[in-house]
């Protein structure tokens, strides 16, 4: 069996460039998802701990962070990208045997967490206002600033690759961070900070300080000196985090997850289409914010597409996270209760394929078997409701429109996909979803770092990723000189 890789200690928190005990004393169990058994301890930060927190992240802006070039900014997010692929090995498996992933997505994930600092350490220098023509005798112009003190609330789904996004764009533009990451995906939330401690980061420039979200997490967003708030999780608890921010007026960026449509015409390459359609949908255990969970067919190919998504869903392979197969355990047994309560919500006739579950999996894993589900109304709370499990609804289509209606008809607006050669049809309907991202013959152009990411609707607002998230964690001053 493999051990978990630590070189640090997971039962502290990381606060000021230092490691200690979280000032309430108590710490939290890591559990292996794939096993049940528990594997490590981590800390549980409280309120107080969020202050101490919040105390170095200004003292770092104050201090060496706050007085370094975008360029010096930049140099340590690079030698940061490069300490992360010397440790890949261990990151991955710290990642797999914490939340369940199989070790290839894991590894993937490590090489966006890279390619994250890369991005915005080579982004660090390269924002710029701008000057504005205006009257006689002025020169306008604006300068982007940092926030200041940011905080960053993780979920369990994809830590490192959401910390990298937020932490990447937030430390390129010169804020100080405080991390909560989810209690149930603190590892690799703190391998990382001491890695960035390794790459030269500055002191209180990044924190972490793991706990539950109703303690540490509530006290972050309630903090008053915490200037930018950016949140990926559950829309309920995105709403209390926008209440929050509210309280305080701080601007925040929420990411809440959907209900992404795929929309399959009687045109599209079925070939091509179909290893897209099922892995956006079990991948992470269907644990994705972006998981194409239903998927919309044309009825003239409705039966053809059933029976080959029914034979490559039977076929997938299902294991504990270090075997590496095509699907992980769920999370948690929390987790694998809400799905288990999803599934019990549909009739048999209603359940068209089903992966075998294998005998000899450990008893005390979170395994669910990935399901296909048909002969449901676009209302049905299985094809309105985010599941977040390997579950995912097929529903059939007469045309552009009726396909639109219920691509269209849910609360949610993150990501979509068109699967179609009529590149008309492709351009009309990119219009059309309303979605944040919207993948044309295509799904996730695989992960996409570069590419700006968020929702409409219930899934959220602001923008993560790509060169916009840079705008995200820097606030506008507009400078006027009057100098006739
Ligand atoms: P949450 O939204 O509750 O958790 C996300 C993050 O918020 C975690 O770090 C959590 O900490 C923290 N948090 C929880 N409560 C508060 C609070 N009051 N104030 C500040 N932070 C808080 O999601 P769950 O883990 O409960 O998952 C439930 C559902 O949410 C899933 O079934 C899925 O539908 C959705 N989800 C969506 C994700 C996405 O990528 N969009 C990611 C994860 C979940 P802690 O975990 O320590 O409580």
């Known amino acids: 069996m493999t051990s978990l890789p630590l070189w640090f200690d997971p039962a502290r928190v990381f606060i000021g460039g230092t490691w200690r005990a979280p000032l309430g004393g108590d710490t939290l169990a890591v559990v292996d998802p794939s096993t049940g058994a528990e594997i490590a301890r981590i800390a549980r930060g409280t309120q107080a701990d969020i202050a101490a927190a919040v105390d170095a992240a200004e003292a770092a802006l104050s ?7 975008a360029a010096e900014r930049g140099r340590i997010l690079f030698r940061l990208g490069d300490l992360v692929l010397q440790n890949a090995d261990a990151l991955a498996t710290l990642e797999a045997m914490d939340v369940g992933k199989p070790l290839r997505q894991a590894q993937n994930d490590v090489m966006a967490l890279a390619r994250y600092c890369e991005f915005y350490g080579g982004a660090a220098d390269k924002l710029t206002g701008d000057t504005i023509p205006f009257q006689q005798g002025f020169t306008v112009y604006t300068l982007r600033e940092p926030h200041g003190v940011t905080g960053h609330i993780v979920p369990w789904n994809y830590p490192m690759q959401i910390i ?21 995906a603190c590892l690799t939330a703190l391998a990382f900070a001491d890695l960035a401690a390794q790459a030269g980061l500055p002191s209180g420039a990044l924190n972490v300080v793991p706990g539950l979200g109703a303690e540490a997490g509530a006290a972050l967003t309630a903090e008053p000196r915490v200037r930018h708030l950016s949140f990926t999780g559950s829309v309920a608890t995105g709403k209390r985090v926008q209440v929050a921010a509210a309280d305080n007026i701080v601007p925040v960026t929420l990411e809440l997850g959907g209900k992404s449509p795929q929309l399959v015409f009687a045109d599209a390459d079925l070939d091509k289409a179909l290893p897209f359609l099922v892995n956006a949908g079990i991948q992470n255990a269907g644990q ?3 998981a194409g969970s239903r998927i919309l067919v044309h009825r003239d190919i409705h039966d053809d597409l059933a029976d080959r998504l029914s034979d490559a869903i039977s076929a997938l392979k299902i294991a504990p996270a270090m075997d590496n197969a095509d699907v992980g355990p769920l999370v948690s047994a929390r987790q694998k209760a809400i799905v288990d309560g999803f599934l019990a919500m549909a009739t048999p006739d209603q359940i068209l394929a089903q992966a075998p579950l294998p005998g000899g999996l450990p008893k005390g894993g ?23 499990g390997p579950v995912q609804v097929l529903i059939p289509f007469d045309d552009e429109d009726d396909a639109i209606r219920i691509a269209n008809g849910t609360r949610y607006g993150l990501v979509a996909s ?15 979803l309303q979605a944040g991202q919207v993948f044309l013959n295509n799904y996730g152009a695989a992960g996409g770092v570069e590419l700006p990411f968020g929702g409409v609707g219930h899934s959220g607002h602001g923008r993560e990723k790509g060169f916009e998230a840079l705008y995200a964690f820097t606030t506008l001053k507009t400078v006027a000189a009057h100098h006739g």
């Open 366 to 388: 979170n395994y669910i078997a990935p399901t296909l589900l048909g002969h449901l109304t676009p209302d049905h709370p299985l094809a309105q409701d985010e599941i977040f």
């Open 288 to 290: 994705t914010c972006s």
């Open 63 to 69: 201090g060496a962070w706050g007085a370094m070039t």
């Open 418 to 432: 068109v699967w179609s050669a009529d590149g008309g049809r492709q351009m009309r309907l990119a219009k059309r």
């Open 164 to 184: 990298g996004r937020s932490i990447g764009a937030a430390l390129a533009t010169g804020n100080a961070c405080v991390l909560k990451p989810a209690e149930e």
